[in-house]
């Protein structure tokens, strides 16, 4: 076919170059509409090839490929090519998606990574196989199944912005041998690594049994042979005591005589008897088994006497090995003895000689083994016959310490490393990898991330070739992180695929295709001093090799056995007792019985050790904790692992573990490193010397933990059998001891706790199913959705790559009344909606699971966001609750009364009835949809013993909460008009009609005091229900008669400020504020309780019998009223509660200040003792646990971060206790990075905290400060929240503080900025995270000035950043909030100057249409912010005040204006000016002299000094300037650096306005903050005759600029003072 492009494409493609180039348009502005298909359909084995042209770096993602059956003469193209269905399959990035799912995640060459010149193509084979090239490479097959008729789909996607076709042809026939080639390469490894898993090949078992019969002849005579049949190709166990079907067992007599293998006799072989130790008989086996592996491997022939070995051939290297009479097991070694072999080949079949046991393992010895070349990097020394390698002067030189091997790597063959020096000075460690380059002829670079060619190298956790980035996250581990100790390797497969190993355990496919003649790398790089390379014939490293191969065929055989006996005497107990291998801090005494750390004052990790055998089902393993010391935190640990500790490289703690582990830490439970639950049973931290801890694994698969003999309830289910016990001696612990069977409690039944139905995890049915938690999800559910934790936990797997398809439902239909709850555990930031929940009557047996449970027309009901829908349609809108608002966290819960009806609990609130008419039997379902991920079964499911069972609420539906103590309140006795007041003002009854039932508590509600009725009558002839809320209306002002002053209902009152909640919605003085708030009070009935109270930080909460409905409005003012409605339905209300007594004692949390600006408003200052003086305070200091770029000094209350801009995490020794401020200063910030420092807490012990880069790479009880906006657990819970953490320059104290009630405060400077998070936990710890600028920071003390210091005012402006631009506009001040931080939200002076604004009636094309960079400059606001009162502005820099008082709307700068130079240099002035006298100055765009305008107020005249009246608008006092040749006057303009002198009415005369919302009568003034060029003006004295001094910072003989250059000022934005 032709290699052109079809004309049909992507509406931003353009064809050139006869439609064989494509190129997207708009490039920089556009991503995507790229998408362009071949001219034809693909033939089959034609490679349809194109050649990237161009790419640009705005974009992230590059070009995609595939291909599809939609034909493009009429195809409706989609954006990008992962929109294309019916049959379709796209390769992106390294993924591969059909119709627009991801098939398969790993795959291939990652496009993204591709760069100009790179070829790319992709071909359908003859077997339906889709395949993708690159540069000519296949990366294999990446789908099969493709149907013919297939058209080539190239998608120019994000970076990839032009590509031109090269071919459409068949592969070459070099490629065509070169696939051939790679595919048989994959199938002979396939069959290598089976040899790794079972030890031998199908068919192949009797060389097994030859190489032992080998090893295993040392004396020359033979006894009893047993007999293996060749059927026995994979036993399932390897025959302990070699038993043939037909033959005799060996005695098990010390010494044993062991012949070889019928299989194995020769005419010429003459057997003689050999004695052999069981040890030495351990050895043998596993020699042999390395031998087999080793053979075949490397193509080696039939072990056996007297084989045949393969193809003979020349260049023998027999002369390496050794050989003594038959032959040897090492491959390496030549053929002698009876058997003839290959000398051509590496590895030889050995002989069918008598070989004696010497010879077996001397054999494994060979003089070709890897070692480092010896010419290396300059700082490297070799010693210990170059195996190991060290970097000469560790700690002034981190690098030049580049090592290679000194031969090429051959296929299969594991090159490994251990570390055996670090330091702890620079960032960075070991690099390892591999490298075409001869080390004889290289020029060793100082990294070998610096070789630009032929080199692939493993730097972190991210793979490097040719010194770029190609896999930024290749495995969970990073070799930064790795301590002495550890061991790294790598692989280099026969089919070219390069494998790195951590530890062992194999990390996968780091490259594909990597050359053929490869050397490995190491480089000894930052902390990484020296290592040494670890061979196979080294006994203790060859034993868990050993292990590894040998643990296939029989559990037990990898476990060293006493030398006694082969198997254990029956009289003999099979006692429990710990393995030696343990961790290295740790040691083993008393026989076994006792592990300790013997320095465990010095180290709190690195003690972790096992059980010496497995243990059996419901065998209980139990320690007593001996000795503890009181310096870290943490403390023990237990749980089991399928690891054999004969091979396990033990980890620093055992939680780092990711395979095979089950972990109790804390009070929580973890699985692999993650947690499975977090509030499991009691806290392992907490126990003591003499307290005891056990573990067992059931039967039934399920994992129990004790505490001093208390079963905790099933912790984990599906454990494997075979799993040792562990316990991790970490912090406080130092000593444990293993109790005996005598002191062990008796095993206890399961407990409630557990699963007592069959159910998917948990398979042993236990108990009877009439448990009341025995809910559980299916088996069955959608695609995605994975079940874990014995049915109680459901996940969607690659939930950043796939939103649907994840629906669960339960095990069971629900009973009437019962209530199923789930908790969300995890939420992802990249999806829309969330969560979906409800029930169905179809059995999950029969229902086909589709992409989202509302797709589904039949027997189902759903609540979608705040919709319910019946069988996928709406029914009904804005239910009382939102499901996309929920966060991590929350709890959903659904319930059917016994009358049909469905309710759904929000956290335990009910909110109301959703639907009725639901059949008995329904499902209850959860659909894990877009943004939530994971969900539990809370332990709250179950039957509910309240009145929901009878669809009527009443007080058992909510928790009841007795009065406080004191005097009951009353309602006071002015009224609505249909009210009658009974018992002395404790009972309200609406005598007639619907409304006018307005009523008001007697007295004022002091701070936190809660006003609260219980509702006693309704009448349901009419509809509406009760309406509460808070009111600044004073009953006292009313008139006598009700109803000449009260409205018929309160949501018409509008007098005075009103807030009010009526059914859901918050209103304020009748306009809505808000939707959904809480549970609808137009559900309330007979019994139910509804209270109000105004908090301490100026909020409004509304609670429902007792449970707060959390904060409905906010600027809450401080005198107001109880007010309540009894309208609609409800007729009669009784009060329940009393006023708070007066407590003098009581301590209370600084909160936010009151936004309300009403007159006599107290001034709340910074926190500087006062009320938080009465908590004694702890004194704090960081702790010696950090980030790896941190370095601590002064007594651990200094931290800076020495190099790079990450690895700066900090926490503090000390948890922060309630109402305590700790605060620490910005000492030092580099320009040089971008963002900066993040702070919070953290909910757990630091001690045992693996530091991650950053803060945001926290995931586990984290409240994190970062910019303008609050994160929990990396989530994002809160924007726009205080001033942004990026523009805080040196000088600034942060501080955080956790009140009374739990909420995390953040103060800037001193002043708090309101509660940023709430449920904090007990304890927690500060966090500080050191990134980006912030290098440097100190903690604040009685020593160290807090607030506000003079070095901090007088600070110059240059320092600040680029968030502080406004609209383009610097504001170069020491350090001003950002304008889009604008604390106070509902700042009612704002909103006044606003309408006062609006009356003006000025263009809004003056003004920036961004709302968001106008400032309220208003006590409570500024106060907020932590303005301060001067800055500096311009060069050379000079003072302005910041015009407190005033409300600022930015204006629109005119575009010839060069801002940036401006803005930058120019000086900050106010100039007052009349309101008539507005219009014409936004006109001009500058400041005029003069007021000829017909609505100008005129101002008023006052003598001057000298006699004469005062200009009208801004001139001097004096007369003007005239031009000497022309008598032309000169127009002159008064300015000032301060308010509060161009504020004055002198030059702002005051108007009145009458407000039109409140009806109020109040005086405005105007005027203009503007910019002035240096040197376009004179400072003079002020001109008013003033004696006092108008400010305090400037003096009154400099307060006045006099500028008569017109093009000197530019104005900045419009001033509005309201009294």
């Known amino acids: 076919m032709a290699a052109e492009l079809h004309p049909c494409s992507g509406k931003l493609i353009g064809l050139s170059n006869s439609n064989r180039t494509a190129q997207r348009n708009q490039p920089v502005q556009e991503f995507n509409h790229g998408l362009v298909l071949s001219r034809e359909p693909l033939k089959d084995r034609d490679v349809f090839t194109v050649r990237i042209d161009k790419k640009v770096n705005s974009w992230s993602g590059s070009i995609e490929i595939g291909v599809t059956s939609l034909d493009p003469a009429g195809l409706d193209f989609p954006s990008s090519a992962t929109g294309l269905k019916g049959g379709s399959w796209i390769v992106s990035g390294c993924s591969v998606l059909r119709d627009g799912r991801s098939v398969l995640e790993e795959y291939g060459r990652d496009l993204d990574q591709l760069s100009e010149g790179d070829r790319v193509g992709i071909q359908r084979s003859t077997h339906g196989e889709l395949h993708l090239w690159v540069n000519g490479q296949d990366c294999g097959a990446a789908a099969s199944g493709l149907p013919t008729g297939l058209w080539a789909v190239v998608d120019l996607y994000g970076k990839c912005t032009q590509v031109t076709v090269v071919s459409c042809e068949p592969p070459s026939l070099a490629e065509r041998d070169?696939?051939?080639?790679?595919?048989?390469?994959?199938?002979?490894?396939?069959?290598?690594?089976?040899?790794?898993?079972?030890?031998?090949?199908?068919?192949?078992?009797?060389?097994?049994?030859?190489?032992?019969?080998?090893?295993?002849?040392?004396?020359?005579?033979?006894?009893?042979?047993?007999?293996?049949?060749?059927?026995?190709?994979?036993?399932?166990?390897?025959?302990?005591?070699?038993?043939?079907?037909?033959?005799?067992?060996?005695?098990?007599?010390?010494?044993?005589?062991?012949?070889?293998?019928?299989?194995?006799?020769?005419?010429?072989?003459?057997?003689?008897?050999?004695?052999?130790?069981?040890?030495?008989?351990?050895?043998?086996?596993?020699?042999?088994?390395?031998?087999?592996?080793?053979?075949?491997?490397?193509?080696?022939?039939?072990?056996?006497?007297?084989?045949?070995?393969?193809?003979?051939?020349?260049?023998?290297?027999?002369?390496?090995?050794?050989?003594?009479?038959?032959?040897?097991?090492?491959?390496?070694?030549?053929?002698?003895?009876?058997?003839?072999?290959?000398?051509?080949?590496?590895?030889?079949?050995?002989?069918?000689?008598?070989?004696?046991?010497?010879?077996?393992?001397?054999?494994?010895?060979?003089?070709?083994?890897?070692?480092?070349?010896?010419?290396?990097?300059?700082?490297?020394?070799?010693?210990?016959?170059?195996?190991?390698?060290?970097?000469?002067?560790?700690?002034?030189?981190?690098?030049?310490?580049?090592?290679?091997?000194?031969?090429?790597?051959?296929?299969?063959?594991?090159?490994?490393?251990?570390?055996?020096?670090?330091?702890?000075?620079?960032?960075?460690?070991?690099?390892?990898?591999?490298?075409?380059?001869?080390?004889?002829?290289?020029?060793?670079?100082?990294?070998?991330?610096?070789?630009?060619?032929?080199?692939?190298?493993?730097?972190?956790?991210?793979?490097?070739?040719?010194?770029?980035?190609?896999?930024?996250?290749?495995?969970?581990?990073?070799?930064?992180?790795?301590?002495?100790?550890?061991?790294?390797?790598?692989?280099?497969?026969?089919?070219?695929?390069?494998?790195?190993?951590?530890?062992?355990?194999?990390?996968?496919?780091?490259?594909?295709?990597?050359?053929?003649?490869?050397?490995?790398?190491?480089?000894?790089?930052?902390?990484?001093?020296?290592?040494?390379?670890?061979?196979?014939?080294?006994?203790?490293?060859?034993?868990?090799?050993?292990?590894?191969?040998?643990?296939?065929?029989?559990?037990?055989?990898?476990?060293?056995?006493?030398?006694?006996?082969?198997?254990?005497?029956?009289?003999?107990?099979?006692?429990?007792?710990?393995?030696?291998?343990?961790?290295?801090?740790?040691?083993?005494?008393?026989?076994?019985?006792?592990?300790?750390?013997?320095?465990?004052?010095?180290?709190?990790?690195?003690?972790?050790?096992?059980?010496?055998?497995?243990?059996?089902?419901?065998?209980?393993?139990?320690?007593?904790?001996?000795?503890?010391?009181?310096?870290?935190?943490?403390?023990?640990?237990?749980?089991?692992?399928?690891?054999?500790?004969?091979?396990?490289?033990?980890?620093?703690?055992?939680?780092?573990?990711?395979?095979?582990?089950?972990?109790?830490?804390?009070?929580?439970?973890?699985?692999?490193?993650?947690?499975?639950?977090?509030?499991?049973?009691?806290?392992?931290?907490?126990?003591?010397?003499?307290?005891?801890?056990?573990?067992?694994?059931?039967?039934?698969?399920?994992?129990?933990?004790?505490?001093?003999?208390?079963?905790?309830?099933?912790?984990?289910?599906?454990?494997?059998?075979?799993?040792?016990?562990?316990?991790?001696?970490?912090?406080?612990?130092?000593?444990?001891?293993?109790?005996?069977?005598?002191?062990?409690?008796?095993?206890?039944?399961?407990?409630?706790?557990?699963?007592?139905?069959?159910?998917?995890?948990?398979?042993?049915?236990?108990?009877?199913?009439?448990?009341?938690?025995?809910?559980?999800?299916?088996?069955?559910?959608?695609?995605?959705?994975?079940?874990?934790?014995?049915?109680?936990?459901?996940?969607?797997?690659?939930?950043?790559?796939?939103?649907?398809?994840?629906?669960?439902?339960?095990?069971?239909?629900?009973?009437?009344?019962?209530?199923?709850?789930?908790?969300?555990?995890?939420?992802?930031?990249?999806?829309?909606?969330?969560?979906?929940?409800?029930?169905?009557?179809?059995?999950?047996?029969?229902?086909?699971?589709?992409?989202?449970?509302?797709?589904?027309?039949?027997?189902?009901?759903?609540?979608?966001?705040?919709?319910?829908?019946?069988?996928?349609?709406?029914?009904?809108?804005?239910?009382?609750?939102?499901?996309?608002?929920?966060?991590?966290?929350?709890?959903?819960?659904?319930?059917?009364?016994?009358?049909?009806?469905?309710?759904?609990?929000?956290?335990?609130?009910?909110?109301?009835?959703?639907?009725?008419?639901?059949?008995?039997?329904?499902?209850?379902?959860?659909?894990?949809?877009?943004?939530?991920?994971?969900?539990?079964?809370?332990?709250?499911?179950?039957?509910?013993?309240?009145?929901?069972?009878?669809?009527?609420?009443?007080?058992?539906?909510?928790?009841?909460?007795?009065?406080?103590?004191?005097?009951?309140?009353?309602?006071?006795?002015?009224?609505?008009?249909?009210?009658?007041?009974?018992?002395?003002?404790?009972?309200?009854?609406?005598?007639?009609?619907?409304?006018?039932?307005?009523?008001?508590?007697?007295?004022?509600?002091?701070?936190?005091?809660?006003?609260?009725?219980?509702?006693?009558?309704?009448?349901?002839?009419?509809?509406?229900?009760?309406?509460?809320?808070?009111?600044?209306?004073?009953?006292?002002?009313?008139?006598?008669?009700?109803?000449?002053?009260?409205?018929?209902?309160?949501?018409?009152?509008?007098?005075?400020?009103?807030?009010?909640?009526?059914?859901?919605?918050?209103?304020?003085?009748?306009?809505?504020?808000?939707?959904?708030?809480?549970?609808?009070?137009?559900?309330?009935?007979?019994?139910?309780?509804?209270?109000?109270?105004?908090?301490?930080?100026?909020?409004?909460?509304?609670?429902?019998?007792?449970?707060?409905?959390?904060?409905?409005?906010?600027?809450?003012?401080?005198?107001?009223?109880?007010?309540?409605?009894?309208?609609?339905?409800?007729?009669?209300?009784s009060i329940v509660s009393s006023s708070v007594l007066e407590d003098a004692g009581s301590v209370k949390a600084p909160s936010l200040s009151s936004d309300s600006c009403s007159e006599g408003e107290e001034d709340r200052t910074p926190v500087e003792g006062g009320e938080l003086a009465l908590v004694p305070n702890t004194v704090m200091a960081f702790l010696e646990n950090h980030g790896k770029n941190i370095q601590l000094s002064h007594e651990n209350l200094t931290a800076a971060r020495v190099s790079s801009y990450n690895q700066g995490l900090l926490v503090t020794a000390q948890p922060l206790p309630r109402q305590q401020l700790f605060q620490f200063q910005i000492d030092r910030l580099n320009a040089s990075w971008t963002s900066s420092l993040s702070l919070g807490v953290i909910g757990h012990s630091p001690d045992r905290l693996n530091f991650p880069s950053t803060a945001c790479c926290l995931k586990r009880s984290v409240w994190l400060l970062q910019r303008d906006s609050v994160f929990h657990n990396s989530l994002k819970i809160c924007e726009n929240y205080g001033p942004n953490l990026d523009t805080c320059p040196e000088g600034t104290v942060l501080g955080l503080l956790v009140d009374g009630n739990s909420c995390l405060h953040l103060y800037v400077n001193g002043m708090d900025q309101g509660v940023a998070a709430q449920d904090i936990p007990t304890p927690c710890y500060p966090l500080i995270d050191l990134y980006g600028q912030c290098e440097q920071v100190t903690i604040v003390t009685n020593n160290v000035a807090t607030v506000g210091g003079e070095s901090v005012k007088a600070r110059c402006q240059g320092d600040m950043e680029k968030a502080d631009m406004v609209d383009g506009i610097k504001e170069s001040v020491c350090w001003m909030p950002h304008a889009e931080v604008n604390p106070n939200k509902t700042c009612e002076y704002q909103a006044l100057c606003s309408r006062f604004k609006d009356l003006l009636t000025l263009p809004d094309g003056y003004f920036n249409e961004d709302a968001k960079y106008n400032l309220c400059y208003c006590e409570s606001c500024h106060k907020l912010r932590g303005d301060e009162s001067y800055y500096k502005r311009g060069e050379p820099p000079r003072d302005y005040a910041l015009p407190f008082g005033w409300c600022r709307f930015a204006l629109r700068i005119k575009p010839h204006c060069d801002v940036s130079n401006s803005f930058k240099q120019w000086h900050i002035a106010y100039h007052g000016t009349s309101v008539g006298a507005l219009r014409r100055t936004l006109d001009h765009a500058q400041l005029l002299s003069g007021t000829s305008s017909i609505f100008s107020v005129s101002p008023v005249k006052t003598e001057g000094p000298n006699g004469y009246s005062e200009p009208e608008e801004n001139s001097s006092n004096s007369l003007p300037d005239r031009d000497r040749e022309t008598d032309r006057e000169v127009p002159r303009v008064q300015l000032s650096p301060t308010m509060r002198y161009s504020g004055l009415e002198m030059f702002a005369p005051k108007v009145q306005f009458r407000d039109p919302r409140s009806h109020c009568c109040h005086q405005a003034q105007v005027g203009f903050q503007v910019c002035v060029r240096p040197g376009s003006y004179k400072v003079g004295p002020q001109t008013l005759g003033a004696i006092e001094p108008l400010d305090p910072r400037f003096s009154n003989t400099e307060i006045e600029w006099i500028t008569k250059d017109q093009g000197g000022t530019l104005l900045y934005g419009l001033l509005i003072r309201v009294e």
């Open 178 to 1133: 070169t696939e051939r080639e790679t595919v048989e390469e994959r199938e002979q490894e396939d069959e290598e690594e089976e040899v790794v898993v079972c030890g031998v090949r199908e068919g192949e078992f009797g060389g097994l049994t030859s190489a032992v019969n080998l090893a295993a002849v040392t004396n020359g005579t033979l006894e009893e042979v047993p007999e293996l049949p060749p059927t026995h190709n994979r036993p399932d166990k390897f025959p302990n005591n070699l038993e043939p079907e037909t033959g005799k067992k060996i005695k098990t007599s010390t010494p044993i005589s062991v012949a070889p293998l019928t299989k194995c006799k020769s005419p010429s072989f003459s057997p003689s008897p050999i004695v052999l130790t069981e040890h030495q008989l351990f050895d043998v086996l596993n020699n042999a088994i390395v031998s087999l592996y080793r053979s075949e491997d490397n193509g080696g022939g039939d072990l056996g006497g007297g084989g045949i070995g393969r193809d003979s051939g020349t260049g023998s290297r027999g002369d390496r090995g050794s050989s003594s009479g038959g032959g040897s097991v090492n491959g390496n070694s030549s053929d002698s003895g009876g058997g003839t072999g290959n000398t051509g080949s590496i590895n030889s079949p050995a002989g069918g000689g008598g070989a004696r046991l010497g010879a077996v393992t001397g054999g494994m010895l060979t003089n070709d083994a890897l070692l480092f070349h010896e010419k290396c990097g300059t700082l490297i020394k070799l010693s210990n016959n170059n195996k190991t390698a060290e970097r000469r002067r560790p700690l002034d030189e981190f690098n030049n310490g580049v090592v290679m091997t000194n031969r090429p790597l051959r296929h299969n063959e594991m090159f490994e490393i251990r570390i055996d020096k670090l330091v702890d000075k620079w960032s960075g460690s070991i690099e390892i990898g591999v490298t075409t380059h001869n080390p004889n002829n290289l020029d060793y670079p100082a990294t070998m991330t610096n070789l630009r060619s032929g080199t692939i190298m493993m730097s972190g956790c991210g793979i490097l070739t040719n010194g770029k980035g190609t896999r930024r996250e290749y495995c969970e581990f990073s070799l930064d992180e790795l301590q002495e100790g550890d061991h790294i390797g790598l692989m280099h497969k026969a089919s070219g695929a390069l494998h790195f190993y951590i530890n062992g355990i194999d990390q996968g496919v780091a490259a594909a295709q990597t050359p053929a003649v490869v050397y490995a790398v190491v480089d000894l790089y930052g902390m990484a001093v020296k290592v040494t390379i670890v061979h196979n014939h080294n006994h203790s490293d060859r034993l868990r090799r050993n292990n590894a191969i040998m643990r296939a065929l029989s559990p037990d055989v990898g476990r060293p056995r006493p030398a006694h006996s082969l198997t254990p005497d029956p009289d003999t107990p099979d006692r429990l007792l710990f393995h030696s291998n343990c961790g290295q801090k740790a040691a083993i005494i008393s026989e076994g019985r006792t592990a300790l750390r013997p320095h465990a004052t010095d180290d709190f990790n690195h003690g972790v050790v096992l059980s010496g055998r497995p243990l059996h089902s419901n065998e209980v393993f139990q320690v007593r904790i001996d000795k503890m010391v009181d310096k870290w935190a943490g403390s023990i640990e237990i749980g089991v692992t399928t690891h054999n500790p004969a091979y396990l490289q033990l980890p620093s703690t055992m939680t780092n573990l990711r395979s095979g582990t089950w972990m109790m830490t804390g009070n929580g439970v973890m699985h692999n490193g993650t947690t499975i639950l977090d509030e499991y049973g009691h806290n392992l931290d907490r126990l003591k010397a003499g307290d005891t801890v056990g573990v067992v694994r059931k039967e039934d698969g399920s994992l129990h933990f004790f505490v001093n003999g208390v079963a905790q309830g099933p912790a984990a289910w599906n454990v494997p059998p075979s799993v040792y016990a562990v316990v991790d001696l970490y912090g406080q612990a130092a000593q444990a001891t293993i109790m005996d069977d005598v002191d062990l409690p008796p095993l206890p039944e399961d407990s409630s706790e557990g699963p007592t139905v069959m159910s998917p995890g948990s398979p042993c049915s236990v108990a009877g199913g009439n448990s009341a938690n025995d809910l559980r999800f299916h088996q069955l559910h959608g695609t995605n959705a994975v079940i874990t934790n014995g049915g109680r936990t459901a996940l969607r797997q690659n939930c950043r790559s796939e939103f649907n398809d994840a629906i669960v439902i339960s095990n069971r239909c629900l009973r009437d009344g019962e209530l199923f709850e789930i908790v969300i555990q995890k939420m992802v930031d990249r999806w829309s909606g969330s969560i979906e929940a409800g029930v169905t009557a179809i059995r999950p047996e029969e229902l086909e699971f589709p992409n989202t449970m509302t797709d589904i027309d039949y027997d189902t009901w759903m609540l979608s966001g705040t919709a319910i829908m019946q069988d996928g349609n709406t029914m009904r809108n804005n239910y009382g609750c939102d499901l996309d608002t929920l966060t991590t966290g929350s709890r959903i819960g659904m319930m059917r009364s016994a009358t049909g009806d469905l309710h759904y609990y929000i956290n335990g609130v009910d909110q109301g009835v959703a639907c009725t008419g639901l059949p008995p039997e329904v499902y209850a379902v959860i659909d894990l949809y877009g943004q939530c991920v994971q969900v539990s079964i809370t332990s709250s499911s179950g039957p509910q013993d309240n009145s929901l069972c009878t669809s009527n609420i009443t007080e058992k539906s909510f928790p009841i909460h007795s009065p406080v103590a004191g005097v009951a309140h009353r309602l006071h006795s002015k009224h609505g008009k249909n009210v009658v007041l009974l018992g002395e003002g404790c009972q309200a009854v609406r005598v007639g009609g619907y409304a006018h039932g307005i009523v008001f508590s007697a007295k004022e509600l002091k701070t936190d005091e809660l006003f609260e009725v219980k509702i006693d009558e309704v009448d349901d002839q009419w509809s509406g229900s009760l309406h509460m809320g808070l009111t600044t209306l004073a009953p006292p002002e009313l008139p006598s008669c009700p109803m000449s002053g009260l409205s018929p209902s309160l949501t018409q009152l509008r007098s005075k400020v009103t807030w009010l909640v009526a059914g859901s919605e918050v209103r304020r003085n009748g306009l809505l504020q808000r939707q959904n708030y809480g549970a609808s009070l137009d559900r309330l009935t007979v019994g139910n309780r509804v209270g109000v109270k105004r908090c301490s930080d100026d909020t409004m909460h509304v609670l429902i019998d007792g449970e707060d409905m959390g904060p409905a409005a906010t600027a809450v003012a401080k005198n107001v009223y109880a007010v309540l409605d009894l309208y609609g339905r409800v007729t009669a209300v």
